[in-house]
C-alpha cells in the first residue's frame, strides 16, 4: 500500500531538512572563529568588551574583582573558539558571569579581541614554587584565612583556582596592595535578592561597647551574619546594635616589603601561579 502524502506532510518535511540544516550549520560556525584575526573585528571586539565585560573584567580585560584576567590565555572554562564562545552566550552557572544574548558577529568580535590579546609565549616562571608553598603555608601562615584544595580557612578568597583566571600581576597587587581591588563572593544561588558581597571589613558595636570584627556574610535591613576574625559565624540583630562600620578595605595585611622581599613575592607568586585546579577541557 502505498503511503498517501498530503501538501501538510511535504511542507513538515521540507521544514524539518531546513532546521536540520541550520542546526548543523550553526553548530559549525560555533566551532572556530569565523572573525579570528581579522584587524575590524578586533577592534569592534574592543568596542563591545568595553562596554559590556568591563565592568567585571577591567577595562583591559586584566581582570577585577568580580571577573578574571582574560588577557594571559588561560581560560578555566575551556580555551577553543567553541568554549569562549559558549561561556558566552550561555553564562556559568553559580559564577558572576551572566548569559548574554549579543549577535552572533559581536560575540565573534569580542572572542578576536581577546585572542589579540593572549601572549606569545608564556612568560617563564621566575620564583620557586616549592619555597612558595613553605612561605603560605608556614612562615606567612596564609592557609589561615584562605582555603587551597580543601585545606585552610575560609575568612579569605578560596585559591584553588587561583591562577587558571587571575595574572601574575594582578596576584602581586592583591598581596602588596589588598585593599585595592576587593574580591566578591561568590553568588548565593539561594539569595536573588541582596547585593553581591565582597570581602570588606566590617565592624559592628554592641550595645555593650564591645567591638566585633570580620566578614559580612549576609546583610539585611534587619540583620547582618558575621564571619570574625576568628572565623566564627555570628548573627546580629540592627537594633541591638550601637554602630555597623563597612571599613571598604581587606581584613589582609599589606605585605610591604619589609614583610615580604621581592625574592619570597615571586616564590609566593610561583605558587599561586601553580593553582589552577582542574580546568574544564571543551
Known amino acids: 500500500m502505498r503511503a498517501h502524502i498530503t501538501p501538510l506532510s511535504i511542507c513538515l518535511v521540507s521544514l524539518l531538512i531546513v532546521f536540520s540544516a541550520r542546526a548543523s550549520s550553526s553548530q559549525e560556525s560555533a566551532a572556530t572563529n569565523p572573525l579570528a584575526e581579522k584587524p575590524e573585528a578586533i577592534k569592534e571586539g574592543n568596542s563591545l568588551f568595553r562596554s559590556n565585560c568591563s565592568p567585571c573584567h577591567g577595562l583591559n580585560a586584566k581582570g577585577g574583582g568580580r571577573g578574571p584576567d582574560l588577557s594571559a590565555g588561560r581560560w578555566v572554562h575551556g580555551g577553543t573558539d567553541e568554549a569562549i564562545y559558549h561561556t558566552i552566550t550561555t553564562g556559568i552557572p553559580g559564577t558572576d558571569m551572566p548569559a548574554n544574548d549579543l549577535p552572533d558577529s559581536e560575540t565573534w568580535a569580542i572572542i578576536a579581541y581577546l585572542r589579540s590579546l593572549a601572549p606569545a609565549e608564556r612568560v617563564a616562571q621566575v620564583g620557586n614554587a616549592e619555597k612558595g608553598s613553605h612561605l603560605f603555608w ?5 592557609g589561615r584565612c584562605h582555603m587551597v584544595n580543601g585545606r585552610g580557612g575560609i575568612l579569605g578568597p578560596e585559591l584553588s583556582r587561583v591562577a587558571a583566571g587571575r595574572s601574575d600581576a594582578y596576584l ?10 576587593l574580591t566578591h563572593f561568590p553568588p ?3 539569595n536573588h535578592f541582596g547585593p553581591t558581597m565582597i ?6 558595636t554592641m550595645a555593650s561597647g564591645e567591638k566585633v570584627r ?7 535591613t534587619f540583620s547582618i551574619q558575621l564571619l570574625d576574625t576568628e572565623q566564627h559565624l555570628r548573627v546580629f540583630r540592627k537594633s541591638e546594635l550601637k554602630d555597623i562600620a563597612h571599613e571598604r578595605k581587606s581584613v589582609m595585611p599589606r605585605y610591604s616589603e619589609k614583610m615580604l622581599n621581592a625574592y ?3 616564590d609566593l607568586v610561583a605558587y599561586l601561579g601553580s593553582l589552577r585546579g582542574e580546568q574544564d577541557s571543551k
Open 199 to 204: 570581602y570588606d571589613t566590617v565592624t559592628v
Open 138 to 142: 608556614e612562615t606567612l601562615q596564609c
Open 214 to 220: 570580620g566578614i559580612a556574610r549576609n546583610e539585611d
Open 264 to 266: 619570597d613575592l615571586q
Open 172 to 181: 602581586i597587587e592583591s598581596i602588596r596592595e589588598p585593599d585595592k581591588d
Open 188 to 190: 548565593d544561588p539561594n
